[in-house]
C-alpha cells in the first residue's frame, strides 16, 4: 500500500499535470528538483513499489487499467470492443484494453493487460467524455460514437454478434446519433448504423439521413438483403 504522505504527493502532481501519470517534469515542476535529482527519486520510488513504470519516462501510483491507458496519452478514449466490456454491454471477458487515439503508438504490456492504440482520423474524433472513476479518472466513448466505432473498425469489435449485443444494450439518444452519422459522412456506415438501430433498437433514422445510392453495404457474409438501408446481413 502507497502511505498517505506519498498520496498527497501525488495528489499535487496530478493536480499540476492534471493527469494520473507521473513524469519526470512534472515531479521537477512540483518539487524544484534538479534533472539528475528527478531521475534518481524517480529511481528510487519506482525500486521502493510507490511507483510502477509504465514506460520510459511514464510512471504511476494507479493500479487502475482504464485510468493509466486514457491518461499516457493525450487525446485518447476507451472505444470499441474494450468499451462494450467496460459499459457492462458484454459477458466476454476482454484483457485488452483498446484505445483510440490520433497518433500511433506502440502497445503497452502492463500487468496483467495489454493497451493498444487505434488511430482514428481527427474529424472522427469525437463523442467521448472525462468521467471520475475509482480514485481518478478516465476518458470513454460514449454510447452512440461507440456504435460508430465498433462499426468502423469491426475486427476491433469482436463480431457482429458483438456488435448487436452493445447495440440492444447502448443507452442511444435519436438526435445524438444522428448528428454524429451526419458528422462522419459515411453512406455505408448510415446504412449499416440505420438498419440496426431500426432492427434493434426501433429507432428509424431514415427520413433524416441521406444514404441512398446504388451500392450495398455489407454487414457480414450472409445472403439476407434489406432493401430500405440497402444492407446484406
Same mark, same amino acid.
Given at each position: 500500500?502507497?502511505?498517505? *504522505?506519498?498520496?498527497?504527493?501525488?495528489?499535487?502532481?496530478?493536480?499540476?499535470?492534471? #493527469?494520473?501519470?507521473?513524469?519526470?517534469? +512534472?515531479? *521537477?515542476?512540483?518539487?524544484? @528538483?534538479?534533472?539528475?535529482?528527478?531521475?534518481?527519486?524517480?529511481? *528510487?520510488? +519506482?525500486?521502493?513499489?510507490? /511507483?510502477?513504470?509504465?514506460?520510459?519516462?511514464?510512471?504511476?501510483? #494507479?493500479?487502475?487499467?482504464?485510468?493509466?491507458?486514457? $491518461?499516457?496519452?493525450?487525446?485518447?478514449?476507451? #472505444? &470499441?470492443? +474494450?468499451?462494450?466490456?467496460?459499459?457492462?454491454?458484454?459477458?466476454?471477458?476482454?484483457?485488452?484494453?483498446?484505445?483510440?487515439?490520433?497518433?500511433?503508438? +506502440?502497445?503497452?504490456? &502492463?500487468?496483467?493487460?495489454?493497451?493498444? @492504440?487505434?488511430?482514428?482520423?481527427?474529424? /472522427? &474524433? &469525437?463523442?467521448?467524455?472525462?468521467?471520475?472513476?475509482?480514485?481518478?479518472?478516465?476518458?470513454?466513448?460514449?454510447?452512440?460514437?461507440?456504435?460508430?466505432?465498433?462499426?468502423?473498425?469491426? *475486427?476491433?469489435?469482436?463480431?457482429?454478434?458483438?456488435?448487436? %449485443?452493445?447495440?440492444?444494450?447502448?443507452?442511444?439518444?435519436?438526435?445524438?446519433?444522428?448528428?454524429?452519422?451526419?458528422?462522419?459522412?459515411? %453512406? $455505408?456506415?448510415?446504412k449499416q448504423a440505420g438498419f440496426l438501430l431500426e432492427k434493434y433498437k426501433n429507432i428509424d433514422i431514415s427520413?433524416?439521413?441521406?444514404?441512398?445510392?446504388?451500392?450495398?453495404?455489407?454487414?457480414?457474409?450472409?445472403?439476407?438483403?434489406?432493401?430500405?438501408?440497402?444492407?446484406?446481413?
Open positions: 500500500m502507497i502511505s498517505s *504522505r506519498l498520496n498527497n504527493k501525488i495528489y499535487k502532481v496530478h493536480t499540476i499535470t492534471n #493527469s494520473m501519470i507521473i513524469t519526470s517534469s +512534472s515531479l *521537477r515542476k512540483m518539487k524544484n @528538483y534538479t534533472k539528475d535529482y528527478t531521475y534518481t527519486k524517480l529511481y *528510487r520510488l +519506482s525500486k521502493s513499489n510507490k /511507483l510502477s513504470k509504465i514506460i520510459k519516462g511514464k510512471y504511476t501510483t #494507479s493500479d487502475d487499467i482504464y485510468e493509466i491507458a486514457t $491518461n499516457i496519452y493525450n487525446p485518447c478514449y476507451i #472505444s &470499441f470492443w +474494450s468499451a462494450a466490456y467496460f459499459k457492462g454491454y458484454t459477458e466476454q471477458i476482454i484483457n485488452t484494453i483498446q484505445i483510440a487515439t490520433t497518433r500511433k503508438h +506502440s502497445p503497452i504490456i &502492463f500487468q496483467k493487460y495489454n493497451i493498444e @492504440y487505434h488511430v482514428l482520423p481527427k474529424k /472522427l &474524433f &469525437f463523442g467521448y467524455k472525462k468521467i471520475v472513476h475509482k480514485e481518478g479518472f478516465i476518458f470513454v466513448v460514449d454510447d452512440e460514437k461507440l456504435i460508430i466505432d465498433m462499426l468502423l473498425k469491426k *475486427r476491433l469489435s469482436g463480431n457482429i454478434d458483438e456488435i448487436i %449485443k452493445t447495440i440492444k444494450n447502448a443507452k442511444i439518444d435519436t438526435d445524438k446519433i444522428i448528428s454524429y452519422l451526419k458528422n462522419v459522412n459515411n %453512406k $455505408n456506415l448510415t427520413k433524416k439521413m441521406l444514404y441512398k445510392d446504388k451500392n450495398y453495404a455489407r454487414l457480414s457474409n450472409a445472403k439476407n438483403i434489406n432493401k430500405k438501408w440497402m444492407v446484406k446481413y
